[in-house]
């Protein structure tokens, strides 16, 4: 076997991350401008934000059964194959002039529904196309961490111009276009026995009766799974904080803040892809050095560097390029988190409850982030964008530093050996899913 059919379950599973998450990240852009400049209001860009993100959490709960079911690889393709038509259908009908603002929160949030299972099934086939590919597990999420961060490079860079040169509907046809090529590699790419049931996980699900007992039983099992591990938990439930902080943040408070600057679209892009740019780099050095480092310091500094100062400096007078520069250090930081996220909790889950497992954690981990756009939006119209970027700023600190101070973390460098190995992990539920930071 050559080295490049070697990597292509990985290549293919990376690739496709990549086309589909940039797509969200054009029509992250394109959807708010088009709300907030059409109606001009904080709140209904949040609304919109919150019935994309409100049924993709909710749906998340429940789909890990389904996907350990039915297999990652069928389930990202339909997945994408929905989204693709769900999202080339916003600007079909704004052309013919049928958009109506509630037939808009319809569409997203069929997006939001179908985009949840295809999402987890991509994080869940990483595990399995590693081992295919012989690649560390480290690494492979380290790769994948470089992947999500660089496709927050290309999607707003992308998106930004599109909608300050052509409109916005032009960037969702581009988010359409994303979802259908995602399809077309996860069906060509991937080996077709890549992503199903097999062994015993596939005579275990087959038997237990169809979608009625079996299935709960197996979200029962999911859910029990991830209660044992203290630790895992409170990652999930910090993660869910920050989410809905950052969710504000991307989706009303940048906004808001360029509209008031008088700036324009172009520069949503930029503040975006400058904090990218920087992650995409930071997940490069994880995937080539984080399994030499202690998790635990590396893993708060992180988080250090990229929380508060991202919202504290859009408090001041500081010209654009040190807007640029603050952001663009917080990406730095921001690069090593998700791919030591990644490498926790892949090495603790047992391969036949992934989906399930890592379905309730990151619904958990993503749970505040159809929130944090609603309230966003509410807040700023409320008491104004000042009061709540400080608010925003300061609860980002606590969260992410006085949990650290909890006895659960020393957990991250348990299973570590020497030199930065892992060492063997025991086979009984030690819990675990790696939601997004």
Excluded at 111 to 117: A, D, E, K, L
Excluded at 162 to 175: F, Q, S
Excluded at 430 to 437: H, K
């Amino acid at each position: 076997m050559t080295g490049r059919t070697r990597l292509r379950p990985l290549a293919g599973v990376l690739a496709a991350t990549l086309v589909a998450h940039s797509g969200t990240r054009i029509s992250a852009i394109a959807i708010p401008w088009f709300v907030l400049v059409t109606t001009g209001s904080a709140t209904q860009t949040g609304l919109v934000a919150f019935c994309e993100m409100g049924p993709y959490v909710a749906v998340k709960v429940f789909t890990g059964p389904l996907v350990d079911r039915i297999g990652p690889r069928r389930i990202s393709w339909i997945a994408d194959v929905v989204s693709a038509a769900a999202a080339l259908l916003i600007p079909l009908l704004h052309a013919r002039g049928m958009l109506s603002f509630g037939a808009l929160l319809v569409l997203v949030a069929v997006i939001g529904t179908v985009r949840s299972p295809g999402d987890l099934a991509k994080d869940v086939m990483i595990a399995e196309a590693a081992d295919r590919s012989r690649v560390p597990l480290e690494r492979a999420t380290g790769l994948q961490g470089v992947v999500e961060r660089l496709s927050g490079t290309v999607g707003p860079a992308a998106g930004g111009a599109l909608v300050g040169l052509v409109g916005p509907m032009v960037g969702l046809g581009v988010n359409a276009a994303c979802f259908a090529l995602g399809s077309l590699i996860i069906a060509v790419a991937l080996p077709r026995a890549m992503g199903r049931p097999q062994g015993r996980v596939a005579e275990k699900v087959a038997g237990e009766g169809g979608a009625g007992g079996g299935y709960w039983h197996s979200f029962r099992q999911g859910f029990a799974f991830l209660r044992r591990e203290p630790m895992l938990l409170t990652l999930s439930l910090m993660l869910g904080i920050t989410n809905l902080l950052d969710a504000a943040y991307s989706a009303v408070l940048i906004p808001v803040w360029v509209r008031e600057s008088g700036h324009g679209p172009a520069v949503i892009g930029l503040m975006l892809a400058s904090f990218s740019i920087t992650a995409t780099l930071g997940s490069f050095v994880a995937a080539a050095v984080a399994h030499r480092l202690r998790r635990r310091p590396v893993f708060f500094l992180g988080w250090l560097v990229m929380g508060a100062p991202r919202f504290l400096i859009l408090m001041t007078d500081a010209p654009m390029w040190a807007v640029a520069v603050v952001i663009g250090i917080g990406g730095l930081g921001g690069g090593f988190i998700n791919p030591i996220i990644g490498a926790v909790t892949y090495e603790r889950i047992p391969p036949d409850m992934v989906g399930r497992v890592r379905g309730i954690g990151e619904a958990l981990a993503w749970a505040g982030i159809p929130l944090g756009s609603l309230i966003g939006g509410a807040a700023v119209a409320g008491v104004g964008l000042a009061p709540v970027l400080i608010t925003a700023g300061v609860l980002y600190f606590l969260t992410t530093n006085l949990a650290g101070l909890r006895p659960e973390w020393r957990e991250m460098d348990r299973h570590r050996g020497k030199g930065g190995s892992t060492e063997s992990l025991p086979t009984t539920p030690v819990d675990a899913t790696r939601p997004a930071s």
